[in-house]
């Protein structure tokens, strides 16, 4: 071929590189999981989730975000600066009705459901010489209530107030995640701290398995069925298993548990959600690897909360594998 024919094919190549790699490189789509505080489940679950989605979906980039948590996880949607969130079911519930936390928006929050999955344990953790045995007994305490924006205040709010203690009034609130509880705890700063989420977490194995140091978890299993009675029907009595956690866990104790979710914008692309949904139960076997939590979602429960709509995308999915309710 004449020197001039390979000039010229060269030049056409660089032209069709110049012109195109442009375009295919603005085809990757970049994902923002939104999850929690580090010393969470969130975190570790919605790692594995953003490495199994970018290494399965070969036009897919996801990253994990750290967060206070579900409601600014929600917040993060609302606003599209995030596009999966993990977040507690009953604060999605508050969200797509515009109520509690959100009740200052402009209405409804457009959430949508990918699926539902493992559930949050409740736990109350304090000192195994504290002398508190039960929730009554923090009144006048130093307590963690959780961060703000997170679904753990939530919930600790509504327990303490089922219980009879104000929580403005009967107890001295702090606001700190999971990770920071721990070790006010652990440093004498505060008495007791709530927390929700996937069990076992860590840092609350972290505290556990501090030499010469003892925990205690607070069992609140008797409150369930008047949250159920006052707030609706995500919550139900979960079970700390005795030793599980090191310290003077000694007995099996019963807890309030609620749902977890993934959810979305209303907005997102179609064929995105059923390709992420697809992809999570295809290739669950790495997110199992990832967190014991994990193992507790489901094909089957995925489709089944009542708390928000879900995504078409989503549907399609289960509508294929037969799980679709009603289907």
Request: charged fraction near 20%; charge should be negative.
């Amino acid at each position: 071929m004449p020197k001039i024919r390979l000039t010229l094919l060269a030049l056409l190549v660089l032209a069709v590189t110049v012109v195109f790699g442009p375009v295919a490189a603005a085809q990757q789509v970049q994902l923002s999981v939104v999850t929690g505080g580090t010393g969470g489940v969130y975190y570790v679950v919605g790692g594995g989730l953003a490495e199994l989605l970018t290494r399965h979906l070969p036009d897919v980039n996801a990253v994990a975000e750290v967060t206070s948590a579900s409601v600014d996880n929600i917040y993060l949607i609302e606003s599209k600066e995030a596009d999966i969130a993990f977040a507690l079911s009953d604060t999605v519930y508050l969200a797509v009705r515009g109520e509690g936390p959100f009740a200052g928006t402009t209405g409804p929050i457009p959430l949508r459901a990918l699926a539902a999955i493992y559930p949050n344990f409740n736990h109350l953790v304090t000192t195994a010489d504290s002398g508190i045995r039960s929730v009554t007994d923090l009144k006048g305490k130093r307590v963690s209530t959780g961060s703000p924006g997170s679904g753990t205040e939530v919930t600790a709010l509504r327990i303490l107030r089922a219980y009879g203690l104000d929580p403005d009034r009967d107890i001295r609130r702090e606001l700190l995640g999971a990770a920071e509880s721990a070790d006010a705890l652990r440093d004498g700063r505060i008495d007791a701290f709530f927390w929700s989420g996937g069990y076992p977490t860590g840092a609350v194995s972290d505290v556990a398995n501090s030499p010469r140091f003892d925990i205690f978890i607070v069992p609140m299993g008797e409150i369930v069925e008047q949250l159920i009675a006052e707030h609706g029907p995500f919550y139900s009595v979960a079970t700390f298993r005795a030793g599980f956690y090191s310290g003077d866990v000694k007995e099996d104790t019963p807890t309030v548990a609620v749902p977890n979710m993934l959810v979305v914008h209303a907005d997102m692309d179609e064929e995105l959600a059923y390709r992420i949904v697809r992809a999570i139960f295809e290739h669950k076997s790495e997110l199992d690897a990832v967190h014991p939590s994990a193992q507790l979602i489901t094909l089957e429960g995925a489709p089944t909360s009542q708390v928000a709509p879900y995504h078409p995308g989503a549907i399609r999915y289960y509508k294929e594998m037969g799980v679709w309710p009603g289907e």
